[in-house]
């Protein structure tokens, strides 16, 4: 009677049995009751595609009794689903959806959903939309089922994976959540990429955030694939790098090589040159540009990569604030073997990494201290990522421009006096300045040291005319006495919006 009501598969078997069109198959009996047949109770026996489908299709079978579905995960969820569907059982498919959305809304109360990069995550659980995400196999065919409820699953899935990440500087710029984009399918990628809430400082970084995801990622896309995402990067919005040299030299190895790594970006040299023109258009003169652009198929010119609807700016008034610091033995390391004339090179390191992105270019920050010096250079440094050079080595390690760079920032680094902080020296800038995007870009900013001190102690340890030597060294050392605090120089980098 159940399984008559619940499932049409079912009602249509036993009708055929009603008919006597079909004799039911007997019950698995002892053999002392071989003898007995009209005793026996029919089984419907189910063919399943493999054993594996077998817990998943019982939980389905289950839910017709029960109304309930007992599944303890995302993917269990989808594999009742499916077999639901199989199993015609009315009302399971829907019941599995408010599963999928009610863990979904769970997470995000939990810390998941609030852009925060799943800071209210426990430790090694991956958020519900990802899991989803993951196990897109598993999802129904739209060309068949067509379940309102399953739509509102996939935009809450969207919702929480765009809250999730939040913008592409947390993701370009926290290692954590780099890596959990590269393990993303191109579906969750997409949903990323065509939403407007999803923040960036500018299109080049999400264009960036794109290449990032293809250096790990092409093997498992197809030309339709990269054109469905290429075609989701705003591409009249690049910044004026990009649009004068990165967008140029994906479509030259587009056209050379699309099926290679290298063309992994679907563009051609024509329409480059004309996104170029486009973005440096009025708003009247792009309509009639579009007009009259007989070289772009339909299908591109109504995509978003002509869309000027800007995105989320995701850099506030204030900024976005970066910790940073050298420890002290490594400047320790470099006095030690310093050469008169020779110049000791740190670099920063912010967070886990010793660069930073932004406006869709790798930045660095260093300082530079020439032998005898009474100061130092502090550089900032801008170069082309390594994504794109990975993706094409020929062409980005051959080709290098200058071009016009804005990066609005502000360095503060601390001064401290008997362990307390003073003050901090403060460094700004973000004027347009040409960067070489092969060798990179400097800005020199200058650091005042303190005086060496004259006498007999200066002169102890001295070494001649080669390295500094001990006692040369901790005079060097000395000279950074006032930025030294707990065993390093500390600053903070703050990107500020231009």
């Known amino acids: 009677l159940v399984l008559r009501f619940s499932s049409e598969r079912f009602a249509a078997q036993l009708e055929r049995w009603d008919r006597g069109g079909e004799q039911a198959p007997p019950a698995a009996s002892s053999p002392s009751s071989t003898s ?47 077999q639901a569907a199989y199993l015609q059982i009315e009302g399971c498919a829907e019941a599995c959806d408010e599963v999928l959305r009610g863990m979904m809304a769970a997470a995000a109360s939990q810390g998941d959903g609030d852009g925060g990069g799943g800071a209210g995550a426990p430790p090694g659980v991956r958020p519900a939309a990802l899991e989803f ?40 710029n926290t290692p954590s959540l780099r890596q959990q984009l590269l393990d993303l399918p191109a579906v969750a990628v997409e949903a990323l990429l065509e939403s407007d809430s999803f923040g960036t400082d500018s299109e080049s970084s999400v264009l960036l955030m794109l290449a990032t995801w293809m250096q790990a990622n092409y093997g498992k896309t197809d030309a339709g694939t990269r054109k469905r995402l290429g075609r989701q990067v705003r591409l009249v919005q690049l910044s004026k790098p ?141 170069f082309q990522p390594a994504a794109y050079i990975t993706l094409s080595p020929r062409r980005f390690s051959d080709h290098a421009v200058p071009v016009l760079v804005s990066i609005g920032r502000r360095l503060a680094i601390n001064r401290w006096h008997n362990g307390t902080r003073a003050d901090s020296i403060v460094l700004r800038g973000g004027k347009e300045e040409p960067v070489h995007m092969k060798r990179g870009w400097g800005h020199r900013l200058v650091l005042p040291l303190r005086r060496p001190k004259r006498g007999a102690e200066a002169g102890r340890g001295g070494g001649g005319g080669g390295s500094l030597g001990a006692g040369g060294n901790r005079q060097a050392l000395a000279a950074w006495e006032e930025y030294l605090h707990e065993g390093k120089i500390t600053c903070s980098l703050t990107l500020l919006p231009t």
């Not at 489908?53 to 989808?78: C, H, K, M, N």
């Not at 290298?262 to 170029?276: K, Q, R």
Request: hydrophobic content about 45%.
């Open 36 to 82: 007995t047949p009209s005793n026996s109770r029919p089984e419907l026996r189910i063919p399943l595609a493999s054993e594996v489908d077998v817990p998943s299709a019982r939980a389905a079978i289950r839910f017709a009794y029960t109304g309930q579905v007992q599944a303890g995960s995302v993917r269990e969820v989808l594999e009742v689903r499916r």
């Open 133 to 172: 995400y993951t196990h897109g196999a598993l999802w129904p065919d739209p060309a068949v089922d067509k379940h309102p409820s399953f739509i509102a699953v996939i935009a809450a899935a969207k919702q929480q994976v765009v809250s999730y990440f939040g913008n592409t500087l947390r993701v370009l």
């Open 242 to 382: 990009y649009l004068s040299y990165v967008l140029p030299l994906l479509a030259a190895d587009y056209e050379v090589s699309p099926n290679t790594p290298a063309g992994w970006f679907p563009v051609t040299v024509s329409e480059a040159a004309f996104i170029a023109s486009f973005a440096g258009a009025s708003e009247k003169e792009q309509r009639s540009l579009l007009d009259d652009a007989e070289l772009l198929s339909k299908s591109n010119i109504h995509s978003a990569a002509y869309s000027t609807a800007p995105r989320t700016q995701c850099v506030p008034e204030d900024g976005i604030g970066f910790a940073a610091h050298i420890p002290q033995r490594e400047l320790e390391e470099e006095l030690a073997g310093l050469q008169p004339g020779g110049m000791a090179l740190l670099l920063w390191t912010m967070e886990q990494q010793q660069f930073m992105f932004a406006q869709g270019l790798m930045c660095v920050v260093s300082i530079g201290w020439c032998h005898g010096g009474l100061s130092a250079d502090v550089w900032m440094y801008c």
